[in-house]
């Protein structure tokens, strides 16, 4: 069991919204403003997609937002693309523990 | 353009030993922690060691420790990460990853497959 809790699929069609959430305790997500949000396609390596929280590295569409309340953290994929099928990982700070990673989400472009 | 690029995955028996590498090129290796993260066939990333920037402080997963081994050449741009006593339920991709901050990574290198089987 993951010490970050995802929804294990979440499905949208093209041009819709999806969000993905990511929840942990006050230790963790709760407790700072350090949380990753990882793309992964099938075969390939983790991608960052979202750091701190809602920052985009450069390259990252704006397509892609993500925001936190309380223990929970948000990823938002709007305007929903064929290639944005993939799996997705959050990952957060929690303080003298190592990171910490979601269980990740299949998301499925209908 | 950051590159990071594992090495020496294979197929080991229960109880043997493997010796995984990343080349680090494109960034100045020294000025940044690095981890080591895995997945198992199907299954999600699992963090399993990091190393600080002069290689002086390390830390492990509950599950490897005692068993691996992180260390780093910054004059060779090397991450390692030896691996004895491995088990069956070690086998997974191994990715090399770079710190951004606070222990979470940026830059993830494609990853070098471990087999444990007899």
């Known amino acids: 069991q993951s010490a970050l809790t995802q929804p294990p699929s979440a499905s949208g069609s093209p041009g819709q919204s999806v969000t993905i959430s990511c929840t942990g305790t006050?230790?963790?997500?709760?407790?700072?403003?350090?949380v990753s949000w990882y793309q992964q396609h099938l075969g390939k390596a983790p991608k960052l997609i979202i750091y701190?929280?809602?920052k985009r590295p450069s390259g990252v569409p704006d397509r892609f937002s993500a925001s936190k309340s309380g223990n929970t953290a948000s990823l938002t994929v709007s305007g929903l693309q064929a290639e944005d099928e993939a799996d997705y990982y959050c990952?957060?700070?929690?303080?003298?523990?190592?990171?910490?990673f979601g269980g990740g989400t299949k998301l499925t472009v209908l | 353009e950051v590159q990071l690029v594992e090495s020496g995955g294979g197929l080991v028996q229960p109880g043997g030993s493997l010796r995984l590498s990343c080349a680090a090129s494109?960034?100045?290796?020294?000025?940044?922690?690095m981890h080591w993260v895995r997945q198992a066939p199907g299954k999600g990333l699992v963090w399993v060691s990091r190393?600080?920037?002069?290689?002086?402080?390390?830390s492990y997963a509950d599950s490897v420790k005692g068993r691996f081994t992180i260390s780093r050449d910054n004059a060779k741009n090397t991450l390692d990460l030896q691996m004895n006593s491995l088990r069956a339920e070690d086998t997974a991709v191994y990715y090399c990853a770079r710190d951004l901050q606070y222990n979470l990574p940026d830059y993830w290198g494609q990853g070098t497959l471990v087999t444990v089987s007899s």
């Open positions: 701190e929280v809602s």
């Open positions: 190393i600080s920037k002069d290689g002086r402080s390390t």
């Open positions: 494109g960034f100045t290796f020294s000025n940044y922690w």
């Open positions: 990952s957060s700070y929690a303080g003298s523990k190592n990171a910490l």
């Open positions: 006050s230790g963790d997500i709760g407790g700072y403003n350090y």
